[in-house]
């Protein structure tokens, strides 16, 4: 077996596996004395078939599984051993006639891979934030503490400090055919969600409303108020849905006391409102200043991006495209999609150089550990602090179940890790901000 390249320039190249026959004939002979013993055909006992009968039926099919076996297993093996970073994946080319008999046999594949390229993170530079939290957003947090172990105080109709719990039921139409079972969403809203507050703020208790499946779909934030998302707003199975008031109350904040800082952060651990309030700003600072180094690190990338210079295998990735994507079907069509995509494959290139040549590696444990602490900064601004570290891990397995979860918790990983490369390495102009004016940053 015997692997040769031709570079078609410094990024893409013709890969040809070459096999000879003595490569994989002695697999497949194996494989077909192993059918042979335990195929079971009309007329003979178990193990007594003729191996040419089985040569005949199944010889062809096992020998093209076990070449095509060898021959990604060399053509790994040729990019690894070479350190080549693909882009996009091998493209094989059409094999005409082709013969497991024949003495060798030769598959060709167009490569694309990236160039050798270094980035100097001491030459880049950009504004890294010190985000405090205010004292406006201080109390906030705590009164969604004291809001989370309220006394709830039932109400007779919906006023501007109601709290209302909704039940939102698909209207199945009288001349719909066959069974229709669609489980109601319940959502429960305050005058923050003024869409939907707005919606039923004149109703009582038991009353309802219908909206129609196209209101929603143009009112996005309303769908969303309402539990449903963009995409399950425009492909509702019914026209109209039903929303019901199931309950309507109000609330008895708890106390700023002894009792209330126990059941946040544990037996004795915070004892006065001033510690509380110290607590709860080291926690929002923490937040808010994660938000902000990935902010200065998005900005060190945009530079790099816009400043050096990556040759990308542009006449391989049209191949590609063609190829790997049956919806393209012209040359024209996948050059339009490439020059829409450029910047993007090229941000992919330079992040993960940037991540092999900082030896950036990930595991299970830290994706798991990224989850749980996504789930304590959520819980942290509803004001729960103290869910224990079981309760945490399971909503973070569950969270993991979700591929796109899982996609997108493992990038935030690999990113944190060359945040903290980048953070030690670029230029950084240190400005003191609120998360107020931080929010106004976001938004230019």
């Known amino acids: 077996m015997n692997v040769t390249a031709k570079n078609h320039d410094e990024v893409s190249a013709l890969l040809t596996v070459t096999l000879e026959k003595a490569d994989y004939k002695e697999k497949v002979e194996k494989q077909l004395i192993n059918y042979a013993k ?40 040729y990019v690894n051993e070479n350190k080549l970073r693909l882009v996009g994946q091998p493209v094989p080319q059409p ?19 990236e160039p050798e390229f270094t980035v100097d993170l001491t030459k880049y530079e950009a504004p890294h934030y010190k985000v405090e939290a205010s004292d406006k957003e201080i109390s906030t947090s705590v009164e969604n503490m004291q809001k989370r172990f309220a006394e709830r105080v039932p109400e007779e109709k919906i006023g501007k400090d109601s709290y209302v719990a909704l039940e939102v039921s698909q209207v199945v139409e009288a001349d719909a055919e066959g069974e229709h079972h669609h489980a109601p969403k319940n959502v429960t809203i305050s ?22 499946k196209e209101d929603l779909a143009a009112k996005e934030e309303l769908a969303k108020q309402l539990g ?21 109350y109000g609330l008895n904040l708890a106390e700023l006391n002894q009792e209330l800082f126990d059941k946040v952060y544990g037996k004795d651990v915070i004892t006065t409102e001033e510690e509380l309030k ?33 040759k990308l295998p542009e006449a391989f990735l049209i191949k590609w495209l063609l190829f790997s994507n049956q919806n393209i079907t012209s040359e024209e069509q996948a050059k339009e999609i490439l020059e829409n995509e450029k910047n993007i494959i090229k941000g992919q290139i330079l992040e993960g150089k940037l991540m092999n040549d900082n030896e950036i590696n990930l595991d299970y444990a830290e994706v798991l550990g990224q989850a749980e602490q996504l789930v304590r900064n959520q ?23 979700d591929e ?4 997108q918790i493992s990038s935030e990983v690999a990113m944190a890790k060359l945040k903290d490369v980048i953070l030690e390495k670029s230029k950084k102009k240190e400005t003191k901000i609120s998360h107020d004016e931080f929010l106004e940053v976001l938004k230019k």
Do not use: C, W
């Not at 005058?191 to 129609?212: F, G, I, N, R, T």
């Not at 399950?232 to 929303?243: D, G, S």
């Not at 819980?379 to 969270?399: N, S």
């Open 38 to 77: 335990n195929a079971q055909v009309p007329g003979f006992r178990k193990g007594k078939v003729p191996l040419s009968m089985v040569r005949k039926q199944y010889e062809a099919g096992i020998a093209f599984e076990e070449i095509n076996k060898q021959v990604s297993e060399a053509l790994n093996g």
């Open 95 to 113: 094999v005409n006639d082709f013969n497991h008999n024949a003495e060798s046999l030769s598959v060709a594949f167009e490569i694309g891979y």
């Open 191 to 212: 005058k923050e969600q003024k869409e939907a507050y707005d919606l039923v703020k004149k109703l009582k208790k038991d009353d309802s409303v219908k909206v129609s």
């Open 228 to 248: 449903f998302s963009k995409e399950e707003a425009e492909h509702l199975h019914h026209n109209e849905v039903e929303v019901t008031v199931k309950d309507i």
């Open 278 to 310: 110290a607590r709860v700003k080291t926690e929002l600072d923490e937040y808010f200043q994660q938000n902000a180094d990935v902010h200065f690190v998005n900005k060190i990338l945009e530079q790099i991006n816009e400043k050096e210079e990556i």
């Open 379 to 401: 819980l942290a601004i509803y004001g729960i602090h103290h869910l224990g570290d079981d309760e945490v891990q399971k909503y973070a397995a569950e969270m993991l179940k």
């Open 404 to 407: 796109n979860q899982v996609r």
